[in-house]
């Protein structure tokens, strides 16, 4: 019986691929994002286990609600529990439902074999990538880690065919810079399968998060990006 560490479900989710989803968020990431208003999901933890059939289960009283649209798994980083992943996605695939992971795609390995995420995209429709920042030495600075397995997976997806939609997230000062969105785009442009382009404006609704875990929350003074520095990167991006 394979397990899951779960923080959160949502139950009429709107914004994390097409339709109305069922979005199931995973405990834990490698990531650490300046920006993230999760940081309650990083680490791994045992308040919630549940088995796929147990997610199957849940899945199934909400079936008249995400016919049109489907499952979507987010973290966190999802594909930390890939073997999870594959279960779930291949018994949702059995039954018509539309599959969709919501990753930064961190755990890619561009030099080594990657066997598990060739069996999870098998039985994946839709990828929500989340491209942080198109320089590597300015993705260590906001992320801590590099973007090069990150890049890497997006062609791996564009290799096979795997339909992408793109996520940048919008911060002053960090990924504001429109020459970087600028190389962004033409990064994007060489991939054949992104469907579509989300620039995502930075917010600061979990700044109490990082309070209750108490976590110096390190962009202290930073606003969403205004109107205008939202209205160039789509412009540059979509």
Same mark, same amino acid.
């Given at each position: 019986?394979?397990?899951?560490?779960?923080?959160?479900?949502?139950?009429?989710?709107?914004?994390?691929?097409?339709?109305?989803?069922?979005?199931?968020?995973?405990?834990?990431?490698?990531?650490?994002?300046?920006?993230?208003?999760?940081?309650?999901?990083?680490?791994?933890?045992?308040?919630?286990?549940?088995?796929?059939?147990?997610?199957?289960?849940?899945?199934?009283?909400?079936?008249?609600?995400?016919?049109?649209?489907?499952?979507?798994?987010?973290?966190?980083?999802?594909?930390?529990?890939?073997?999870?992943?594959?279960?779930?996605?291949?018994?949702?695939?059995?039954?018509?439902?539309?599959?969709?992971?919501?990753?930064?795609?961190?755990?890619?390995?561009?030099?080594?074999?990657?066997?598990?995420?060739?069996?999870?995209?098998?039985?994946?429709?839709?990828?929500?990538?989340?491209?942080?920042?198109?320089?590597?030495?300015?993705?260590?600075?906001?992320?801590?880690?590099?973007?090069?397995?990150?890049?890497?997976?997006?062609?791996?997806?564009?290799?096979?065919? @795997? $339909?992408?939609?793109?996520?940048? %997230?919008?911060?002053?000062?960090?990924?504001?810079? !429109?020459?970087? *969105? /600028?190389?962004? =785009?033409?990064?994007?442009?060489?991939?054949?399968?992104?469907?579509?382009?989300?620039? @995502? $404006?930075?917010?600061?609704?979990? %700044?109490?998060?990082?309070?209750?875990?108490?976590? !110096?929350?390190? *962009? /202290?003074?930073? =606003?969403?990006?205004?109107?205008?520095?939202?209205?160039?990167?789509?412009?540059?991006?979509?």
């Amino acid at each position: 019986m394979t397990i899951a560490n779960v923080h959160s479900i949502e139950t009429f989710g709107t914004v994390d691929g097409p339709g109305v989803r069922y979005i199931l968020f995973l405990r834990g990431c490698p990531l650490r994002c300046k920006y993230c208003h999760n940081p309650d999901t990083w680490k791994m933890s045992n308040d919630r286990l549940m088995s796929v059939d147990e997610v199957i289960n849940d899945i199934k009283k909400y079936l008249v609600f995400i016919k049109s649209g489907g499952v979507t798994v987010s973290g966190g980083e999802p594909l930390l529990q890939i073997d999870f992943l594959i279960e779930l996605f291949k018994k949702l695939k059995n039954m018509h439902i539309h599959t969709c992971v919501d990753t930064s795609g961190i755990t890619y390995n561009k030099n080594g074999k990657n066997n598990k995420i060739e069996a999870l995209i098998k039985y994946t429709d839709l990828v929500l990538l989340d491209l942080k920042h198109i320089d590597n030495k300015k993705h260590i600075e906001i992320t801590k880690k590099s973007n090069e397995n990150i890049l890497a997976f997006a062609q791996f997806l564009d290799q096979h065919h @795997i $339909p992408m939609w793109i996520r940048h %997230v919008l911060v002053p000062g960090l990924t504001t810079d !429109e020459k970087d *969105l /600028k190389r962004l =785009k033409d990064f994007i442009n060489t991939l054949s399968n992104v469907k579509k382009v989300e620039v @995502i $404006p930075y917010h600061t609704l979990g %700044v109490y998060k990082y309070e209750g875990l108490g976590i !110096e929350y390190p *962009l /202290k003074g930073v =606003k969403p990006p205004s109107k205008k520095q939202i209205e160039i990167a789509k412009n540059i991006l979509t």
